[in-house]
Structure formats: C-alpha cells, structure tokens
C-alpha cells in the first residue's frame, strides 16, 4: 500500500518522537516509520535516564547548547506530558590533586556553556547531600536531575498522535527513491511517498543517510551495560554519583530512579553488534566492584535486573567522538534534514534537537502554525500513588482497579487493560510493561507475566502463539508442550 505524507519521520525514539511532537504543531501531515514494535526498544529506553547539566561537551557545540536547552525546559516538558522529572541534583566525586583541577576545567566548561547551578563543595557539604558516598570532594551539579526516560518517549509520540501524527510499527526502510521531487519510502510492510524526510533512525542513521545519498559517515557502537539494584536501596542515594569524569567518558556511575530503584553504569564497551543487549557475567562483576569505590552498598543480592544499551557515535577517521551532526544537504538530498551521532546528551536535549532540525526545514518551506495545536498529554495517576480515598474512588468507578495484576508495583487489571489500548497500537508484553510498570519489581514478572500475557490474549482476541515479548520476533509462548 502506498501512503502519502508531507512529512515522513525515519524513527520513532525520543529524538524521532520529539520531531513527530514539535512537526505537528504545524498544519502537516507526518508519518513515523519505526522498524521495531515499540518507541523504547532501542537507545531511548536504555539509558541511565539522567537529566545531564551539560557542562561535560565541548563549548559551541551543538551537544553543550542543546542539552542546555534541553535542562531548562524540562519541567515544562515533564508538566504537558505527564512524566517524571525530579530535579534532584548530581555530583562529581574526587579524592586527588588531579581530580581536583578536572572538576574546576569541568566546571569553567560548564559555565562557559550556560550550565548554571555549578558548585565545588567540600567533603561535609558532599555527605550532606549525599552521606553513603566515598569522596573527599566534589562538584554540585544543582539543576541536573532523573526523569523517566519511558513515557517521556511514549507521552512525546502520543502527543504527536493527539496532534495529528500517524505511527506505522514494524515498518522497517529497505531503500529510499527520489522521484518527482518526493521520496518513496519502501519498508518490509508499506510505501510512502512523502515531500520531507527526517533521518533520526539512531543506531540505523548510517544506512538511511546513505539511502539518501549522504554517503561517508563512520559511526560506531558503544556499549553501556547496567545493573537494577532493589528498591530497598533507593533512600540511601538522593542523587546521581559520578566518578571525576575523563575527556570523553562520564564514567560508572550510581544513579537512583525517579521509582525508587537504583542503576549501576554504564561502563563503555566498542562494539559492531548493535543488537546484543546481553550482559556477561564479568561485566556485571566489574560494574559492582568500580562503583562501589563510589558508594560501598552494591551487594549482588540487591540486583534485580541486568540491562545494556548501545550508543551510536560519529567519530572521524582518527576515532575521535564528533559533535551532533544535524543538515540538510540539497545538495545530495533536497529536501531531507539528517540526523547523524545524536548519542548522549541525545535524551535530555530530545525537544531541542527537534526544534533545530525544523527549524532547517523551515528555511527551504513555509510553514503554518496550526490554531488548535495541544501540547498537554493527558495521564491517569497511577494506583500505587494513589492515596485511599482516591483507590476506593477509582474502584468504585471500575472494579478492574480492585485486582492488582502486578503486587510488586501495585499495577492493576484497569492499568493494564488501558495500556493494551494505548494510542500507538503497542501489544507487546514490555510495551505495557513501560507504561505500567508492570514485571519491573523485585520479582521480575515471576508473578505476573502470564497474567498479562492472557489479559493481552484476551483483550486483542489473538492466539498465544502471537503474542510477542519485546520485537517482533521474540515469542512470549511458541506453542503448545502436549496437544489433547
């Protein structure tokens, strides 16, 4: 079948989701083709969902700029869409001479790039802020925070959607035509033909950009894996704790979420393989052992969970790391902005991007604010943080909230019902788990996964052997161990 756009949006992460957001505010039709079953499948849900400062890139870069941008709307952005965003700080640890004089040229690069809120603090002001850390000194990083990273990528796309936008799941591009001064989009499912294209496909941003004839570009994987520490652990770590970062890594750090839990990483491990989110047993021990110089709480039986991510970075043919790469290049590809290396800071400065790659746009076209353009995205409190009062309230208006699917997370039928039916068409068993919460305590689904598994069954009306887990190709059930 063939579509026809104005606008079509090659990826649907946060970046890609944040163009779909901010496009529709214009009077456009806008289409996000996105490969894979969800919009947090990738980069944008694996991440140590940290509100960066940004006075750790190179001043006059768009990297510093843009995560500047990026830290002082965020609360903004966090009261429309319905996220969390807790604005709780960071600090940098040292203990050397050494560290000393790289947290004041941090901290000179930070104010030359606008980061306010910068301090240097001594070691009873560091164990004030933060009393299990080990450090003798450190860098206060006051309006650095923790959000969300899930449904700030979901609430941006179905904001999109609110406004217009129409996602298509499971599309993967196979090549890119020009033809009659339009693109055809050709995917595993359908075709587009749109006017525009954006390239924020992430991880596949090469292979796009060389779809489009922007050819050259060396990008290469690096790995971060991360261990989930229990709940229990939460209260012990106010804010984010780093190790005296190096030139171009921040290093392991120990960072807790805005749902209690804790994160260990990411370390930083090249890669060519940007599909194995596997995490070795020695990786996981090295984790444990580098951070706990840090904050000395890490036991391996607080560990829940284990998770990676893989950061797509444009080096130059020395290797070294470029700046975000954000053009619209007419003269090999009228017509289309190209989105090249947006790793870290790439969640936090997700709307900026967004804003600059239209605003490229904007200077080869026109293009008409819409009159009824609605920024807020409307969502319903979840039943763990309800008070009583508003538990017996919601029971009584739906007896669905009175059985509790997920005990760990408090996660009920009604919440998991409404996730099945979210605005995106998401089905799998991880998309209702980043809009619910659902399978991420301390059990880790043990209790609760075939519960939903047979909610979404029964819901869609499929077979279990159609219910996928988080891509397309990963089956929850794949049949049947005794017929009759």
Known sequence: MLHYFDAAI?????????????????????????????????????????????????TGSLKARLCVEGNRMMDTLSSELGFRFIRCGKVLVGNTDEDLKQLERTMAQGKANGATGLELIDSAKLHELVPAVNGSFAMFSRNSGIMDPFLFTINLAEN???????????????????????????????????????????????????????????????????????KRLGPLLPMPVYPVPSNTYMGIHVTPTVDGNVTVGPDAVNTDDFSYYGVPADKMEYLRESASTLWPHIDKKDVIRTFSGILSKWVDENGVIQDFKIEVRPDLAPCAVNLIGIESPGLTAAVPIARYAISLMAEYTSLKEKKDFNPVHESAKRFAEMDTAEREKAIKADCRYGSLVCSCEKVTEAEIIRAIHNPLGVHTMTGIKYRTRAMMGGCQSGFCQMKIEKLIEKELGIRPEDVRYLRTSSWVLSGKMREG
């Open 160 to 230: 999109a959607v609110m406004n217009g936008a129409r996602y298509f799941l499971s599309h993967k591009v196979i090549s890119i035509a020009r033809k009659d001064g339009r693109y055809v989009v050709h995917t595993e499912a359908d075709d587009f033909s749109v006017k525009w294209i954006f390239n924020a496909s992430g991880k596949g941003a090469k292979a796009i950009s060389d779809m489009l004839g922007i050819t050259g570009y060396r990008i290469i994987g690096s790995k971060g894996n991360y261990l989930v520490l229990d």
């Open 10 to 58: 090659i990826g649907g992460g946060v970046v890609g989701s944040a163009i779909a957001r901010e496009l529709s505010r214009y009077e456009l039709s806008i289409a996000v083709i996105e490969e894979n079953p969800d919009v947090v499948c990738e980069a944008s849900g694996r991440n140590s969902a940290v509100v960066h400062g940004g006075f750790a890139y190179d």
